[in-house]
C-alpha cells in the first residue's frame, strides 16, 4: 500500500506522457486530449501513439507504446474498449507506471465489460500500475501544467485536490472554478475505480503539504470502514457529496454505475465519525471549497457584521442563527469608537450598520473594529449596490484588510449586474466572496464546525479492543450458511443460542429463581417484591384455560394467594412436583431501545466491504417508531462516544432525572451497550439486533426482550 | 376602504406628477428621481417643484405645488423633514391625490420625527390622500412606464406586483432582475408604512388581473389578523420574506426601524394558514418570484428528469424528495417511445439519461416524451456543458416546447462560464432556468405546494361564529386592569374566576362528589372505581400528620378501610361531621398538552394589532418540554383545522390507537380544544393557558391543571 501510494506521483506529476489513440482528427477524444496536455503548457515528454504513425500536431507520433524510446510514467488509453488489454500488456513490458483509461464500456455497461475490467485491473495490480478508470474524464494537474483529460477547462493552480466519480460533476465543477478563479492541486476523475479510488488519494493527498482541502463527489464509497480511517486520518478539510440518499436515487445509481448506493444513514454516521463536511449540492460543494481555500478557519462561532444597509443585515442576522453560529457582542470600547467614525445615524452595535450613503471608508472603518474586536472570531460585509455606494473600492478595502488577520472575511454583494465588478476583484485576490447571504454563512458555519472537530480530536477506536473470541462462532456460522442456503432474508438466531449469548456478554436479565420449593420461592420474592409468579410447565396451556400466571405481586399474602390459585390449576391438570418461576417484576422503569443493523457483508471487519454495525439508540417501549427519538453511531464507540451518542436523545433527558425525578442507572445502560457492541463486534454474522425495551430503573438496566438476526 | 383602494391608481398610474425638491445638482436625489421619471418614459405631466425656478432638464421648474396649473395626481416629496408637513398642507389645498414622502428622518429616528409622522399621516387621512413612506425608495410601474424613485434600474415589464419595507432590499432585487429580464408591475418601497402598507397594497393588486404574482418583504406585519385575511383572500400567490425570526434579528430591526417584530412562530403560524409562501432568503426569493411569474403551476408531484449525466441527474432526484416531491413513474410506452429515439447506452426511465454526447435532439426527445406522458405533472432539464453539448440549440429547445404544454418546465445550466449563452436565452423567452438544482427544485416545490393550497381553498372561520358574550368579563377586565396599573407581567387569575370560567364553557373535569353521607360516597366509589378518597377539611395539615388522602381505591373492601382510616384521623384531630371528597381516580390515560399564547394587545380582536392567539397542541404531562411534540395553529379554527393541527403531533398517533392499543376519546379530546378556543376568543384579556395534562382515556378527555393568565 505505502508503496503504490508513494508511486501516484508518476499519475499526478509524470515526466512524460504516451496517449493511446492521439488522433489528427479533432472530433475524436484522443485529439482533444493530445491538445490539452499541450496547451496546458506540459513541459515532460509526449509521446502520441495511434498505428496510423506520422505526427500529429508536431509531435512525433509512435504505432506501439514500446517503440518509444524514453521511459514512460503515465500513458493515457483512449481506444474502444477490445484493444485495451493489448495496450495493457504493452505498458506492463515497457515498465509504464501509471495507467489513465479514458475509454468506457467496462462494468458500467454489461458482463463481458466487467470481466475485461476485471482481467485489466488484476494486471495492473499484479504489476504495481496505478490504473484510473476506466470510463473516466482523465486527470488535471495544474501544479503540474498538465490537462491529461478531455474537459474544455484548464483550472488556476491552487491548493484543492479533489476526486469526482462523475465526469458530468468535474465539467460543472471546473466550468464554475473558471468564473471565480477558484485553483486546484488536483482534479481527478475517477470513474469506474477499479484501483485509484478515494481512499488511494485521500492517503496520497495526505502527505503533501501543498494541499490544503480536499473535496469528493461519491456515489458509492468504497470500503467503509477504509474510508472512516483514513478520512479520520487525514489532516485536512474533506469535504463530500455524496449522491444516492433518497431511495429513488439509490435505483438511478444501479441502473447509471451499476453500483450499490449503501444506507445513508451508514453515511451519515461515518461523515459524522471521520469529520467529513457533508454537502448536498454542486454550488454549496463549490462555495464550501471556495471558504475553506482562500479564509483561514474562524475560531469561534461569534460573528460580527458590518452592512450597508438594515433590511439585509436583518437577513443575515436570521441566517447566522440558523446555522448554529452566533452574533458577537461588541465592547463598549469596539461601540465607542466606531460613534467616532461613523455618522450619528449608523448602528454601532452587530450588526453594524454603516447607512446607504456609505462609501468605502466607512466599511473600512467598520471592517477595521471587528478585527481589533477580541469578541469577533470571523466577519461578514454585506453590501447592498445604492446610489453612491463605492463598490469596487469597497473589495479592494476587503482585499487589504483580509491580509492583516487572521480572522475570515466573507464578503455578500447584493444583487448582480452593479455589483459584478466588485466580486471580480475579491475573487481575483482569493477573498470568498458570494452573491447569496445564505451561502456565505452555510459556509462559514462549516468551517467552524470543522475547527471544532480539529480541536477536539476525536479518537477513532481499534475495532479490536472491543472484540473477544466468541464461544459461539462455529454455531454463528453454520446457522449464517443455513440461511444463506435456503437464500432466506435475516433469520433469528435459536432461543439457546440467544440465552448462551446473552450468558456470554452477561447481558443483565431481570432477577429470577426456577424451583420446586416453596421457601426458596418465597425468599426470593421477599427480597424481591414485586415479583411475577408463573409455572414453567410449558404444555400447561394445552391442558387448562385456567390462569397459571400472576404478575405484580406485592407482598407475602398477595404472593401466597397466588402460588395457591397456580398450585391448584396445575393439580387438576395432573402436573406433580411442579416447577415455578418466581421473576422480579419492575414497574418503574423508562424502556430504551437498543438497535443495530449492518452495513456490508457477514465478514464486514475483515472485509470492510461497508460500514460494519450502525447502532440505534433512543426512547423505547411500543412507541419507538412514533416518538422515533433515534440517534445514530457507527461501531466501535469507545464509552464516552456511546454517552455522547445517548445524550443527544430525548429519552437521555428523561434518564437523567428530569422535572423532579430521580436520576436513573445511566452507568448501567451504557453498560449494556457496551456489551451489545462487544457481542456484534465479536459477531458480524449478526444483520441485526432489537433490544426493546431495555428496563432502566433507578438501579439498573435489564434486557426483557433480545431479538438476533443472522444474514 | 374601498374608496381608498381604488384610488391609489393615481399612484401607480398618475396622469401628472410633481417632484417637490427636483433638483439640478446631479448629488442630490430630487435631480436622481426626476432624471429617473423621465428616463422611464413617463407619458404624463412632471412639475419639478423647487424654490429656486427656473427650468430643470428642460422642464418648467414652479416655486410651489400651489402654482402648478394642471391637477397633480401624485406629489413626490424629497426634501427636509422640518418642510414636509407644509408642503403636505399644499398638497391638500391642491387636491393632490397620492403622496410619495422619500426624505427620511420620521419615527424611524427619533421622538421628534414620530410625532412629525403622525401629524402629517393625520392630514392625509383626513383629505383622502394615499400616502407612500416616509423613507422610501418611491414608486417604480413599469407597467405605466414610470420610474418615480432614485433607484438606479429600471425593470422591464411583468406581471409581478412586489412591495418591500427596505429600500436596500428593494435595489438588491431591482439588479438581480436586471440580469434575468424579470419583469414587474408595480414595485413599491414601502418605507415606514404610515399609510400604504402590505394590507393596502395586496387588496389592491388582488383586483387587477394583469398581476399574476405578488411579493413582499416585511420587517414586521401591520395588523396581523388583517393581514392574514388579505392574503387569504388574494387570488393569487403571495411570496413574503419576513425577516426578524431569530431574537438577535429582532434587537437588530428594533434598532433599524423602532418596530417589533412579532412572534416568529405567530407569523409562521399565519402564513400557513393564509396560504403565503414562505422565503428566507433574497435570492430564494427572486427565484420563486420567478418561477409563479413565468411557468404554469404544477397539477401533481410527480416530476420527470432529462439529463445528459448520470451524477447530476441523481442529485436532482435526491433533491426532488427532499423537496416534498416525487419521482414520475414512466408509462411502458413512454419508456418504449424512448428505446426508439434513444441511443442504447441511454437510460429511459425517469431520469431520462441522454448520456453525455447528447446533442439538442436527444433533449427534444426526452422532453417531448415528459410531455406527453400522463404520470409527468413537471419537468425538470438537466444540462451539462460537455464536449459537444449544444447549448444554444437546447435552450431554443427548451423555449420551444414550453409554448407547447400546460406542464413547467424548468431548466437547470450547471456550470457557470459556458452556459451563460443558453441561460441568456431562456430568460430572454421567460423560461425558468437555474444553475443550481436545488434552487430549481424548492421553487417547483413551493408552487406545487400553492396549488394544493388552492385546490383545497381552505376556510377562514369568522372569529364572530366562536364567540359568545362573556358572563365574567367585567370580572376580567377588573383583574387585566389591576395587573396592568401594578405594571405586573401577566397574572394567574384567582381560582374562583377559574372555576366560574371553567363552568361557563363546561371544560370537562374528572367526576367527584363531597359529602358527609357514608352512602352517598360509597355510591360514587362504586359507579366510579378506581377512585380517590380525602378529607376537605383544608386545615387539617395543620392538626395531624397523618395520611387523610388514599388513592386509586379498588374495590369497596379498599375504599372501607381507607374511610375508616380518615374517619380516626379526623376524629384524633377534633373534626366533626367531616365533609368528604370522592373522585374518580383515572390510570390509563394519555396527556395531552394545549397551550395558548395571545400575539397583540388585549384587546386584539377589535385592534387586530397582532395575529390573536397562538394555540399549542401536543403530547403533555411532566415531558411535554422534552417531547417538544407541539403542533401550532392560530385561532379560530373549525373542529376539522383543530383534528388537522392535531393530527400532525405524535400523541394523535398514540390516541388513534397504536400498537393495538385502544383508540382513545379523539372527539371528546377536540370537544375540550373547541371550548378553549371559544374561552380565548371571548376573554381576549387572557394573555396565556397552560392546560397540563389533559387527561385523555378511552372514554372521555378531562382537564386536571388549569392554569389561566391575563395581561
Redesign the interface.
Known sequence: MAHQASTLSSLTNPKSIAIVGASTDPQK?GS?ILSNVIDSGFEGDVYPINLKGGTIQGLQVYKNIKEVPGDIDTACIVIPRKFVESVIDDCIEKDVKSVVIISAGFSE?DEKGAKLEKQIATKCKQNDINLLGPNCLGILSPDANLNLS?A??HPQKGNIAFL??????C??M???S??QNLGFFNFVSVGNKVDIDENKLINYWNENSDIKVVGA?L?EINKGIQFISNAHKLDKPLIV?K???????KE??A???GSMAGSSQAVTSAFAKAGVIEV?????MFDTMVGFSWAPLPQGPNVGIVT????????T??????HGLK?ANLSDKTQKSLTEVLPQ?A?V?N?I?VI?DAKADRYENGIKALIQEDNVDSIVVVL????ITQIEETAKNIMQLSKTTDKPIFAVL??????QSGLRILHDFEVPAF????NAISTLSKMYTFYKYQKKAPQLPNIQNYQVDGKYEDEMRKFLKQTQNSNKAAQPIPETLTNKITNEFALPLPAQAITVNYDELLTFAHDNFPVALKATTEDLAHKTDKQAVFLDLKDEEEFKRAYNQIEEVLRNAGVSEPKFLVQEFITDYQPLFIGSNRDGDPNIYKSQSGFGHLMALGYGG??TE???DIEFTLLPNTREQIKETLSKT?VW??MKG??G?ETLAIQEAIDIIMKIQKMLLTYPQIKSVDFNPILVTTEKAVAVDIKIFVG
Open positions: 477524444l482533444t455497461v478531455f474544455a477547462s469526482s466519480q462523475s465526469g458530468a460533476f465539467t460543472a471546473l466550468d464554475l473558471l468564473e463527489y456515489e457529496l449522491s444516492g440518499k433518497s431511495e429513488e436515487a438511478a445509481i441502473s447509471h454505475t448536498n449540492q454542486i454550488k454549496e450597508n444597509a438594515g433590511g439585509p443585515g436583518i437577513i442576522t436570521d441566517t447566522i442563527i440558523e452574533m445615524a448602528s452595535d450588526p450598520d446607504g447592498t449596490p445604492q446610489l447584493l444583487g448582480k449586474h452593479y455589483v452573491s447569496d447571504i445564505k411500543i412507541y412514533i416518538f422515533n430525548k433527558e428523561i428530569a422535572r425525578k
